[in-house]
């Protein structure tokens, strides 16, 4: 903190890295982007050109079809949330305050073909905690979805004074899988999410505090909300009884319906008992398990594109996930295949020295 606020450039800028429009940017919520060298050296604090004053979250979503990057700013303090929009030429468009937001932790979002997708759940600021992150669950949040009309692309970022807010069940949502319009008109929204009990023993894991699991996360649940527009309501349904996090998808697919999505499985008390990567397939209800082995630890799955004949299909190309092997002190980078977890990886990259498992990551090509 300064006298001024908060300083925008101190960041660990380490939760999430991207491109968009010829540059590199690492990120972490609280503070503007970093951007980075090809060769990963530090250029320094990125505010675009100017028209940045706010934090930037770790989760922007570039649209597949306009190129235009969609992103957020969240404060405990208002604003409480702000809307961005950049072009695919990384020219920011538009920033928008969202009314009627809350101090509640907003750490992911979604866009969909003609909407913004905000979630706001049970876990708000709190200052009277100490651990780092000033935020804890409390039952009198309400949990809230908020969707906000897109304006057409190149013409800002959308038409926050129409957004409407929907309640939902009590719980948090950390990430989303994806959102869509389905041929009704109705947004369906799909993510893991936890309940008061899982949020405090994940919470207990990270901060070091008693009544902690053996592992990172407790309870979370693949989530799937209906929004009905029309009628004004929500219909909240679990999709699956693993613990998962970190959800990826083919990003071609991002605001569109998608067929298959991965996730990480956590050791549970439903026979999980290690580490495993989970491929669903929405359209059979079947999922593929690749567990990894006592002691292995991998980080989120991102998604490779393949290339050439059969590139079309969703599930053609590869994930790419840093595995941890806290048994032997060393790391790899696994290139499996994507449309067939059962088949051998296609490569294992034996790592110089140990790498810890990552949370999130993208697939850059050479021609970006």
Do not use: C
């Not at 902690?212 to 999709?239: C, F, I, M, Q, Y």
């Not at 959800?247 to 991002?254: D, H, K, Q, S, V």
């Not at 990894?292 to 004949?309: I, T």
């Amino acid at each position: 903190m300064t006298e001024n606020g908060p300083d925008l450039t101190a960041s660990t800028a380490g939760t999430h890295v991207i491109e968009h429009a010829g540059r590199l940017l690492a990120l972490s919520e609280a503070a503007l982007p970093f951007e980075l060298t090809a060769d990963l050296e530090t250029v320094g604090a990125y505010d675009f050109g100017g028209k940045l004053r706010t934090a930037m979250t770790a989760h922007p979503k570039e649209d597949p079809v306009t190129g235009e990057l969609h992103f957020f700013a969240s404060s405990p303090f208002p604003p409480y949330l702000i809307h961005h929009v950049a072009s695919a030429d990384g020219k920011v468009l538009e920033s928008q305050e969202v009314p009627g937001a809350s101090a509640a932790l907003k750490h992911d979002f979604a866009i969909t073909e003609h909407y913004v997708v905000f979630l706001e759940g049970s876990v708000t600021f709190d200052p009277a905690e100490h651990s780092g992150i000033p935020y804890g669950w409390d039952d009198e949040q309400v949990s809230r979805i908020g969707v906000m009309p897109r304006t057409a692309a190149g013409t800002g970022g959308g038409r926050a004074r129409e957004i409407r807010w929907f309640e939902i069940g009590q719980g948090y949502g950390m990430h989303f899988a994806n959102a869509y319009e389905d041929p009704y008109g109705r947004i369906l929204v799909e993510g893991p999410t936890v309940g008061r009990d899982g949020w405090q023993r994940s919470w207990n894991w990270w901060v070091g505090a008693e009544d902690r699991g053996a592992e990172p996360n407790s309870g979370s649940r693949s989530t799937r909300w209906t929004v009905d527009l029309a009628a004004g309501s929500v219909k909240e349904e679990p999709t699956d009884d693993l613990t998962v996090e970190f959800p990826t998808i083919n990003e071609a697919f991002l605001g569109i319906e998608h067929r298959y999505q991965y996730a990480l499985a956590f050791p549970d008390d439903l026979g999980i008992a290690a580490h495993t990567l989970v491929k669903y397939d929405r359209t059979t209800g079947a999922r593929q398990l690749l567990p990894f082995g006592a002691g292995r630890l991998p980080s989120e799955a991102v998604f490779v594109p393949a290339a050439g004949p059969g590139a079309s299909q969703e599930d053609a190309g590869y994930l790419l996930t840093v595995v941890s092997d806290l048994k032997a002190n060393a790391s790899q980078l696994l290139v499996l295949n994507a449309s067939d977890l059962t088949v051998p990886p296609v490569a294992t990259i034996h790592l110089p020295r140990r790498v810890p498992a990552m949370i999130h990551g993208s697939w850059i090509p050479d021609a970006a």
